[in-house]
């Protein structure tokens, strides 16, 4: 089983940096369009949508992603429409997860589940189009550092639970060692990359720090919100397209999240 999902995870990283860099952006965002359907069809399935209910689902997720890419196109994430859409996405992970998190997901309807599925799916993705490849493969590092991090501390020294109602397997320490482990990489990233590193500087740090454990909280919380609807729907995994690791919302959980939030922050700090 480990080996069918490391080779999975090779070849997808592979798919994807070469997408990332090799492919035109106009058919990078036709491809974020695919995944967006493909990981649509799945939180269908999570809202407890089925047959032709579930394929309407993807395609209107879909177009709605195609139709605002569109309508800001060439997409800037300094631009008033993507602006206001990620402000809204941060809103949502900032404000609303933690509060339904909280009051828990079993008693919400199909509808309040399935409009959660655009304000996860869809802002994710026209950040990860709009975003320049090294910005994008910047912030997506990171949550995969303490992905990584918070599944190794965990394993090893988690003893607390740090949302034992939503996802028994996460714990405190675990999310300790993703914060730590984000904040080392972000040292790394602001001394090695100059685009970076010129921005970073005396007092500079405390906001930039704060903006690295920003992300690895907001990580963490598209984890648990995927838990949570996993939960909701009754199942181990979103789906099994994936070998050894489930449906492609079992691999961008975190990513959802992450982005758009990412993207927000980049932009006010006028990282170019």
Do not use: N
Not at 75 to 98: E, K, N, R, Y
Not at 144 to 153: K, M
Not at 166 to 186: D, Q
């Amino acid at each position: 089983m480990l080996a069918v999902r490391t080779l999975t995870a090779v070849a997808l990283l592979a798919a994807f940096l070469a997408a990332l860099f090799f492919l035109e952006r106009a058919v990078f965002a036709l491809l974020t369009g695919a995944i967006v359907a493909c990981a649509a069809h799945e939180w269908a399935g999570l809202s407890r949508l089925r047959g032709s209910a579930a394929i309407a689902y993807a395609a209107g997720c879909a177009a709605l992603y195609g139709a605002l890419a569109a309508w800001a196109w060439p997409m800037d994430t300094s631009a008033m429409p993507m602006i206001a859409i990620l402000i809204g996405a941060a809103a949502f992970w900032g404000l609303i997860v933690p509060l339904w998190l909280a009051r828990g997901m079993q008693s919400s309807s199909q509808v309040l589940m399935a409009a959660a599925g655009l304000a996860v799916l869809v802002p994710a993705a026209l950040a990860m189009a709009a975003l320049p490849p090294w910005q994008l493969l910047a912030i997506l590092c990171l949550v995969w550092i303490s992905d990584t991090a918070a599944y190794l501390v965990g394993r090893r020294f988690g003893r607390h639970k740090l949302a034992p109602s939503v996802s028994p397997g996460k714990t405190i320490e675990g999310a300790a060692g993703a914060i730590l482990a984000s904040l080392a990489y972000a040292v790394i990233l602001a001394l090695t990359m100059p685009a970076i590193g010129s921005h970073v500087k005396g007092l500079a740090w405390v906001p930039y720090a704060a903006a690295a454990m920003l992300l690895c909280a907001s990580g963490i919380f598209g984890d648990l919100f995927e838990s949570g609807a996993k939960r909701y729907a009754g199942v181990k995994d979103s789906g099994k397209l994936l070998p050894g690791h489930g449906g492609v919302l079992d691999r961008v959980d975190s990513v959802c999240a992450a982005l758009p939030v990412g993207a927000l922050l980049v932009t006010w700090a006028g990282v170019r």
